[in-house]
Nanobody, 115 residues
Framework: QVQLVESGGGLVQPGGSLRLSCAAS????????MGWYRQAPGKQRELVAQ???????IYADSVKGRFTISRDNAKNTVSLQMNSLKPEDTAVYYC?????????WGQGTQVTVSS
């Protein structure tokens, strides 16, 4: 079984930056895409960004121009660079990997943007 390990969350001031990373415990065959979701208390989980095996990307409108997703196919890792952070970005962020027989989730990492 593959496990996803997340890191990089924390507390940051508005306008600051954080970089989240997610690494798989072993290689995963035929990944469709890797991505990041987030969920704030009382709100539905939402897609933040995804990247396919062919490096096509999708971003939520609320983060376009501020967040950048990237991946290292050889190392089975995905990262999310978050710049110009806003209080409304505060949430638990979850790494997600989709493959033909797998739908994997990380444990979640807290991102808090506050002055």
């Amino acid at each position: 079984q593959v496990q996803l390990v997340e890191s990089g969350g924390g507390l940051v001031q508005p306008g600051g930056s954080l970089r989240l990373s997610c690494a798989a415990s072993r290689s995963i065959f035929s990944i469709y895409y890797m991505g990041w979701y987030r969920q704030a208390p009382g709100k539905q989980r939402e897609l933040v960004a995804q990247i396919t095996r062919g490096d096509s990307t999708i971003y939520a409108d609320s983060v376009k121009g501020r967040f950048t997703i990237s991946r290292d196919n050889a190392k089975n890792t995905v990262s999310l660079q978050m710049n110009s952070l806003k209080p409304e970005d505060t949430a638990v962020y979850y790494c997600n990997v989709r493959a033909p027989s797998d739908n994997l989730w990380g444990q979640g990492t807290q991102v808090t943007v506050s002055s």
